[in-house]
C-alpha cells in the first residue's frame, strides 16, 4: 500500500477535528434546536448526550480509523473482522454526502450576507419598510433564487476543496492550525459584546432553567442526534482523521479536548445569540432562519451592529469551512483509496458531486420550492432523515462493533498506545460503549418509528 499521510502535530490533530466539529451545527442549528425545543430541557438532554455517548464514540472513531488506517467504508470492515461490517461505512460516507449537499447550500447564503455586511446593502432600509419585512425579503429573495445560492455555495466548496487539495499536512492541518486560533478570537470578542446586552441574563434564564413538560422521545432523539451532529459522529469523520493520527499520539486525550471545545462553542453560541434576540424581543424558536432574519434585525439596532454582523457572519464562515474540510476529506480518502486517483483528480471528482447534489438543493429551496414531501422540502428532508435516522445508526452500529466485536480490550490496546495506561474512569467509558448507547438509541429510534412526529 502507498504511503499514507499523517498528522505532524498533537496540536494539529486536535485543531483540525475540533475545526470538524465546531461549525454550523453550534453555531446555526444549536441555537434554534435549543430554542425550538424549549431551551434548558433539551441543552441538560444535550449535555448528558454529549458525555455520555458522544466523548466514548469520539475516541472510537478516532481508535477504529488508527487501527484500521483506511477510508471510513473499509474500516468497519476491519474491525468488525467481516467485509459486510463495510455496508455500515457506506451509510455513514453516504450521510456525509448528503449532508454536505446542504451544508454547503447553507454556507453559502453565510458568505452572501458576509458580503452583503460588508458594502453595507445588508443593511440599507428605506424607510419606508419595516425591519421585519425587510430581512424576511432578503431572506426569500436570495434562498429563492437559483443563482445566488449557487454561486456562493460554489465558493464554499471551492475554498474548501483548496484545502483538501494539498493534503492533510500542507492542507487540512496547516489550515487549520490558522483557522481556530482566528475563530476563537472573534468568538471571544463577539460574546464580550453580548455580554453587555441587558438581554444578557433573560437569555440565561431561558438556557439554564429547564421546562421538562416539554421533552418527548421526539426532542431526546433530536438532542441525541444534534450532539453527534455536533461531534462529527456517525459519518466517518473521525475514523477518517484517526486514520492520520500517528502511533504516538494519546486518542484519549485528544477526544477530551475535542469533545470540551465543541460543547463550550455550542453554549456559547447560545450565549451569543440569545441576549440579542431578547434584548430586541425576538423569537427564540424561529428556526433555520434565526441567524439570516432574526439576528440582522438585532445587528441592525444595536449600537455598531454592522461591524458586529461582518464579524459573526465571518465565523460563521470559518467554522462552516473546517467543517466541510473534513466532510470532504471522508469522501476523498474514500476515492482516492478505491479508485486509486490521485488526490487532486479525487478532490475535483467529489466536488463535482457534490456541487450537483448542492444544485439540487438549492432548487429545492428555490424555483422548486413548491414541490413538498409530507410538508417538508428536499433540505428539509435530508436534514431530518440524517439527523434523526442514519447518524443514530450508525452511531449504534458503531458502538457494537467496537464494544462487541472488536471487543473493548482491543479498543483499550489501541488506545493506550501512545498513552499511559487505562483507569477506572475509562473502564466506565467502555462499559457505556457496550451496555448504554446501544439499548437506549435502539429505544428511542422504535419510539420515534412508532409515531413520535417532529
Ligand atoms: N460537526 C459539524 C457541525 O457541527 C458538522 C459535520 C458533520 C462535520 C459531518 C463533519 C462531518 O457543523
Given amino acids: 500500500m502507498k504511503n499514507r499521510d499523517t498528522f505532524s502535530s498533537k496540536i494539529g490533530i486536535v485543531a483540525a477535528s475540533a475545526?470538524?466539529?465546531?461549525?454550523?451545527?453550534?453555531?446555526?442549528?444549536?441555537?434554534?434546536?435549543?430554542?425550538?425545543?424549549?431551551?434548558?430541557?433539551?441543552?441538560?438532554?444535550?449535555?448528558?448526550?454529549?458525555?455520555?455517548?458522544?466523548?466514548?464514540?469520539?475516541?472510537?472513531?478516532?481508535?477504529?480509523?488508527?487501527?484500521?488506517?483506511?477510508?471510513a467504508v473499509d474500516t468497519f470492515g476491519i474491525i468488525g473482522n467481516k467485509k459486510t461490517w463495510n455496508i455500515v461505512g457506506f451509510i455513514a460516507v453516504l450521510t456525509v454526502f448528503l449532508i454536505s449537499t446542504f451544508y454547503m447550500m447553507i454556507t453559502g447564503w453565510v458568505i452572501y450576507y458576509f458580503y452583503h455586511s460588508l458594502t453595507g446593502t445588508l443593511y440599507n432600509l428605506s424607510s419606508a419598510t419595516d425591519s421585519v419585512m425587510h430581512f424576511k425579503a432578503i431572506f426569500s429573495h436570495m434562498s429563492s433564487s437559483m443563482s445566488i445560492p449557487l454561486i456562493f455555495s460554489m465558493i464554499a466548496i471551492y475554498m474548501t476543496a483548496l484545502i483538501n487539495s494539498m493534503g492533510i499536512k500542507e492542507g487540512v492541518e496547516k489550515y487549520s492550525k490558522i483557522m481556530m486560533p482566528v475563530l476563537f478570537v472573534l468568538f471571544i470578542f463577539l460574546i464580550g459584546y453580548s455580554a453587555t446586552l441587558p438581554g444578557f441574563s433573560k437569555s440565561m434564564h431561558f438556557l439554564f432553567r429547564p421546562d421538562f413538560r416539554l421533552v418527548t422521545p421526539q426532542v431526546i432523539i433530536g438532542a441525541i442526534g444534534q450532539a453527534f451532529f455536533s461531534l462529527s459522529l456517525g459519518m466517518g469523520a473521525l475514523i477518517t482523521y484517526g486514520s492520520y493520527i500517528a502511533k504516538t499520539e494519546n486518542i484519549r486525550q485528544i477526544a477530551r479536548q475535542v469533545t470540551l471545545a465543541d460543547t463550550i462553542i455550542a453554549l456559547f453560541s447560545g450565549l451569543l445569540i440569545f441576549p440579542a434576540v431578547f434584548t430586541y424581543n425576538l423569537e427564540p424558536t424561529a428556526g433555520p432562519s434565526l441567524i439570516f432574519i432574526s439576528l440582522p434585525q438585532v445587528f441592525l439596532k444595536m449600537p455598531g451592529g454592522r461591524w458586529f454582523s461582518?464579524?459573526?457572519?465571518?465565523?460563521?464562515?470559518?467554522?462552516?469551512?473546517?467543517?466541510?474540510?473534513?466532510?470532504?476529506?471522508?469522501?476523498?480518502?474514500?476515492?482516492?483509496?478505491?479508485?486509486?486517483?490521485?488526490?487532486?483528480t479525487s478532490t475535483w471528482m467529489v466536488v463535482i458531486a457534490t456541487t450537483l447534489g448542492g444544485a439540487v438543493n438549492i432548487a429545492g429551496e428555490g424555483p422548486l420550492s413548491y414541490i413538498t414531501v409530507g410538508g417538508r422540502t428536499i433540505f428539509s428532508w435530508l436534514d431530518y432523515l440524517t439527523n434523526n435516522i442514519t447518524i443514530p445508526l450508525v452511531a449504534v452500529l458503531t458502538a457494537i462493533i467496537a464494544g462487541w466485536v472488536w471487543q473493548t480490550t482491543r479498543l483499550n490496546k489501541e488506545l493506550e498506545i501512545g498513552a499511559a495506561s487505562s483507569t477506572k474512569l475509562d473502564h466506565y467509558f467502555n462499559l457505556l460503549l457496550k451496555w448504554v448507547i446501544p439499548p437506549v438509541i435502539v429505544i428511542l429510534m422504535i419510539a420515534l418509528l412508532l409515531g413520535a412526529e417532529s
Fill in 19 to 71: 475545526g470538524s466539529a465546531i461549525g454550523l451545527g453550534n453555531i446555526w442549528k444549536f441555537p434554534y434546536m435549543a430554542g425550538k425545543n424549549g431551551g434548558s430541557a433539551f441543552i441538560i438532554i444535550y449535555l448528558i448526550a454529549i458525555i455520555l455517548m458522544g466523548y466514548p464514540l469520539v475516541y472510537t472513531e478516532f481508535a477504529m480509523g488508527r487501527r484500521a488506517k483506511t477510508n
Fill in 310 to 344: 461582518l464579524l459573526f457572519f465571518l465565523l460563521v464562515i470559518v467554522a462552516a469551512i473546517t467543517s466541510m474540510v473534513s466532510m470532504l476529506e471522508i469522501l476523498i480518502t474514500y476515492v482516492i483509496e478505491k479508485r486509486n486517483w490521485s488526490r487532486k
